[in-house]
């Protein structure tokens, strides 16, 4: 078998007219991410007339040129190769500088195309190429912003729930919600990896969450800095969870070795492929740390890539969901997953069990894939100072965004 050529399909999310969304997180109803939500689909074709599909997030429009530079590599190539093909691509790239998220989409997308090629060659679930399963479902987590979302994930059978803190840090909202969920359900809180706190900051929330029972305390510090992660490893007493914005075997290592997190969150979209999300899986057993992959911005394509990683992983402890997510998704691709009693069934389908519906796609056409930032933004900035947008810059309102003593 040869490949023949790539095809990448590139929509816009949200559907049109939406661009100025203000929807943010925890807000996911038809929720483009204020007009920057892309989904980018890869289609890799062979001579023998078997496909396969694959999805790369990051940053799609760039990664979109990407597949494409990447292309000539991979034509007359043999599919079955993956690993071979994954590092003959990862080595064209050194030029380039660090993989990012461009790079890592880029490797993510063709390398689950390849696995879904080799699964449909050999009439095989990618799961039952991997190793076989633990399990045949995989437990998901929702997002909630107040108690009302709350019980409409609950109503599903959901027994995680993520608040996520966007600009404010809010604890009397996740006491509520933990007040209103009872102790049976986990409650989990994502601080973005606020460049906005300090890791004083951080850890004086931290310290405010440890009577909460959280599963995890989500990226309390900016990613960049691992030894700030390291002092609030060290001052509070809250699993901590991180790793969604690395990729690769190298960029989620000091996260382990370190031991900086108990919960590793590789994005299935941009880690850099079905086996690397393995290897980090590996990695991670071995210091007994778990895997919850991210979710965010990414599309079902690689929804589908995380069920066949969670199924075949001894520490797989829950997939991210953006349950009531724009209405589209469910059209773009074939079949459609359904969370049933908090959980979604690993497909037993040849491949990855899922195709895109190109005339769908065809509908939504890219128009942007960053975030507006309107001048009059009081949410994530001091009013009137928007324009500024330094990574910092909300530190300078701390005292206003923090309400940490209760
Ligand atoms: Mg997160």
């Known amino acids: 078998m040869k490949i023949t050529a790539i095809e990448t399909y590139l929509m816009q999310v949200g559907g049109p007219g939406e661009a100025k969304s203000t929807a943010s997180a925890g807000h996911y109803e ?12 890869v289609r890799i074709l062979t001579d023998e007339g078997i496909h396969g599909v694959g999805e790369c997030s990051g940053w799609p429009r760039v990664i979109e040129t990407a597949v494409k530079d990447l292309t000539p590599l991979l034509i007359g190539e043999d599919p079955a190769h993956i690993d071979r093909l994954w590092h003959k691509l990862l080595a064209s790239m050194m030029g380039h500088g660090m993989l990012g998220t461009v790079g890592g989409g880029a490797l993510t997308g063709i390398e689950m195309a390849l696995w879904d090629i080799k699964g449909k060659a050999l ?12 399990r045949d479902r995989v437990r998901v987590y929702g997002h909630a912003h107040d108690t009302n979302k709350a019980d409409r994930l609950l109503a599903l059978g959901y027994t ?39 890791t004083q900051d951080a850890i004086a929330v931290g310290r405010e969450l440890e009577s909460l029972d959280l599963l995890f305390y989500e990226d309390p510090v900016a990613p960049e800095d ?14 901590l969870a991180a790793g969604e914005r690395v990729s690769t075997i190298w960029g989620i290592q000091p996260y382990i070795e370190r031991g900086l997190v108990d919960v590793i969150q590789p994005d299935t979209g941009r880690a850099g492929g079905i086996t690397q999300m393995r290897k980090m899986a590996a990695m991670a057993e071995g210091h007994y740390i ?19 990683v969670m199924a075949t992983i001894p520490n797989a ?14 059209d773009v691709i074939t079949p459609t997953l359904k969370v049933v009693d908090g959980h979604m069934k690993v497909p037993d389908a040849p491949g990855l069990g899922v195709d895109i519906v190109i005339e769908e796609i065809l509908k939504y056409p890219s128009r942007r894939n960053v975030r507006e930032i309107s001048p009059d933004d009081g949410t994530a900035y001091a009013l009137g100072t928007a324009h500024e947008v330094p990574y910092f810059q909300t530190r300078f309102e701390r005292r206003q965004k923090l309400r940490i003593h209760r």
Do not use: Y
């Not at 038809?30 to 689909?41: P, T, V």
């Not at 009439?123 to 633990?134: E, R």
């Open 290 to 308: 778990t895997l919850a992959p991210h979710s965010g911005s990414l599309g079902p394509v690689a929804e589908f890539a995380a069920l066949h």
């Open 123 to 134: 009439g095989q679930p990618v799961w039952n190429l991997l190793g076989g399963k633990f």
């Open 226 to 239: 691992l030894d700030a992660l390291a002092r609030v490893r060290d001052a509070v007493n809250v699993p």
């Open 160 to 198: 995680g729930i993520k608040v996520g803190f966007t600009g404010t840090v809010d604890l009397d909202l996740v006491a509520s919600i933990r007040d209103h969920i009872g102790r049976k359900v986990d409650l989990m809180v994502d601080a973005h990896g606020p460049s906005w706190m300090t």
């Open 30 to 41: 038809g929720g483009n991410f204020g007009g920057s939500r892309n989904w980018l689909f």
């Open 317 to 330: 402890l829950m997939l991210e969901r953006l349950e009531f997510d724009w209405e589209g998704r469910d």
